[in-house]
T-cell receptor
Framework: NAGVTQTPKFRILKIGQSMTLQCAQDMNHNYMYWYRQDPGMGLKLIYYSVGAGITDKGEVPNGYNVSRSTTEDFPLRLELAAPSQTSVYFC??????????????FGEGSWLTVV | DAKTTQPTSMDCAEGRAANLPCNHSTISGNEYVYWYRQIHSQGPQYIIHGLKNNETNEMASLIITEDRKSSTLILPHATLRDTAVYYCIVRVPPSAGGTSYGKLTFGQGTILTVHP
């Protein structure tokens, strides 16, 4: 069981370039999330999705786009990369139903540097 | 989502119990208390969660006060590998509905240093 898989793990982008961070989960989770973490700070929510075809903004969505065409995949698109987007990005997923407060599982992170 | 307050840092001797406090005085009735930790910028690792009863698993114990306004995470026998940032988070689970969609809101956390 792979859990939440993120690719790439490391990437260097030039200012103005675009790229997509991939996230896949194999737990059949409806809820998926993208967070970013700047050095020495807590995680901030960028976007989330409650199911295929349904996405919504989190705290810091500017400069990013997402799509959710399947239950398994939740890619994060960076358009016109800026130095302020240098960060570690974490994807996470959670089941929807059930009692007991479903656990959120995180991927290992994608380190992005914009120069 | 309710806010949480944690001490910025704590120290603990190896082999001793580490008790990490968290205040969440504005917690709502359907919000759970979650604890995660993060080691060396790895992905956050789930530790434990609870609603109003005390909980225990193989990693830790969670003590929630009767009024639910605060809680304590207990690592019974801390090791050097428990050195990490510990996050206390309150969360409405997806099954409860509403507009939070089960997301976790992270604060600054507590830096726990376990020393020999």
């Amino acid at each position: 069981n792979a859990g939440v898989t993120q690719t790439p793990k490391f990437r260097i982008l030039k200012i103005g370039q675009s790229m997509t961070l991939q996230c896949a989960q194999d737990m059949n989770h409806n809820y998926m999330y993208w967070y970013r973490q700047d050095p020495g700070m807590g995680l901030k929510l960028i976007y989330y999705s409650v199911g295929a075809g349904i996405t919504d903004k989190g705290e810091v969505p500017n400069g990013y786009n997402v799509s959710r065409s399947t239950t398994e995949d939740f890619p994060l698109r960076l358009e016109l990369a800026a130095p302020s987007q240098t960060s570690v990005y974490f994807c996470a997923s959670s089941a929807r139903g059930g009692e007991g407060g479903n656990t959120i599982y995180f991927g290992e992170g994608s380190w992005l540097t914009v120069v | 989502d309710a806010k949480t307050t944690q001490p910025t840092s704590m120290d603990c001797a190896e082999g001793r119990a580490a008790n990490l406090p968290c205040n969440h005085s504005t917690i709502s009735g359907n919000e759970y208390v979650y604890w995660y930790r993060q080691i060396h910028s790895q992905g956050p690792q789930y530790i434990i969660h609870g609603l109003k009863n005390n909980e225990t698993n193989e990693m830790a114990s969670l003590i929630i006060t009767e009024d639910r306004k605060s809680s304590t995470l207990i690592l019974p026998h801390a090791t050097l590998r428990d050195t990490a940032v510990y996050y206390c988070i309150v969360r409405v689970p997806p099954s409860a509905g509403g507009t939070s969609y089960g997301k976790l809101t992270f604060g600054q956390g507590t830096i726990l240093t376990v020393h020999p």
